[in-house]
């Protein structure tokens, strides 16, 4: 029986995949057997990017493209077909990281100007219409084809502060399943992955950080160990591999899904402990 996770022979686009979690999809894909074509902004990036794939003896290759440009997006899938000979996984990872970390763009309902509005949900959602719009001019005639839209926490739980990016990607989840909806009897589908807090700047192979215990002393409060602490952050590489699966043979019966990757954030209430932590060998 052959191995229902590889993936030789698929042709591959990930959007933003010259760095982070990106970059970490490609890798996986590339290692399965796909051919890779990543996209972004930063030519010297994806070049760097491109090099290490490369050189770990894999078939991918760069493009500069802007996913909220309608010609850079057809340019795209074009240059796919002609490197590879067809398109059969779409993967949309590029969105408005760059806008909220300048904490001038979005912000809350009230203070978003129009313009900057138009430019959360351009970077946000509009570029997953562009990207998969054009994905699924190549994929319909072969009957077969799988996208994967990265979606966020965002989308099901309220970022106070981030009322445009919320909105855009809940948006993309929403295209999620009419996607999958409405392309699924041609052989296509289209799943989604809602992203927790990934720790994208830290070195490859470094231990990923453990939750810290609750601490109790002159400096705590008696009752710290009741308050409500997040899971420790993930890595690209968890991404990565729940992106794997969604493309490969053994996903074949799963479409229009939003999978969590975000370590039990989503499952957990605000609520603080009522009883006692389970006990572990180190409290």
Not at 59 to 71: G, I, P, Q
Not at 79 to 102: E, I
Not at 161 to 182: H, I, N, P, S
Not at 217 to 235: I, L, N, Q, T, Y
Request: aromatic share 4%; proline share 6%.
């Amino acid at each position: 029986m052959s191995d229902p996770f590889r993936l030789d022979g698929e042709n591959a686009i990930v959007t933003g995949g010259s760095r982070g979690i990106g970059l970490a999809i490609a890798r996986s894909l590339a290692g399965a057997g796909a051919n890779v074509l990543i996209c972004g902004r930063d030519e010297v990036q994806g070049e760097v990017a491109t090099r290490e794939l490369a050189e770990a003896g894999h078939k991918a290759e760069f493009v500069r493209a802007d996913v909220t440009a309608e010609d850079d997006v057809t340019g795209l899938v074009e240059r796919c077909v002609d490197l590879f000979g067809g398109l059969s996984v779409l993967v949309n990872n590029a969105g408005p990281t760059d806008l909220l970390h300048t904490r001038e763009v979005d912000g809350p309902l009230g203070q978003i100007s129009p313009a900057n509005w138009r430019r959360l949900q351009d970077s946000a959602l509009t570029s997953v219409y562009l990207t998969t719009r054009a994905a699924l001019e190549k994929m319909t005639p072969a009957r077969r084809g799988a996208v994967v839209n990265i979606s966020s926490i965002a989308a099901r739980l309220a970022m106070p502060g981030f009322a445009g990016y919320t909105a855009g990607k809940a948006g993309v989840e929403a295209l999620t399943r009419a996607v999958a909806a409405e392309y699924g009897h041609l052989g296509i589908r289209c799943n989604a992955i809602r992203v927790g807090t990934i720790a994208v700047d830290h070195e490859r192979g470094r231990e990923r950080p453990a939750a810290a215990p609750p601490k109790i002393g002159k400096d705590h409060r008696p009752d710290d160990w009741r308050r409500a602490s997040p899971p420790a952050a993930g890595d690209p590489d968890d991404v990565a591999h729940a992106v794997r699966y969604l493309v490969a043979p053994a996903s074949a019966y799963v479409t229009g899904a939003i999978l969590p990757v975000d370590g039990g954030l989503g499952c957990r209430s605000l609520m603080p402990w009522q009883t006692p932590r389970p006990a572990t060998d180190t409290e």
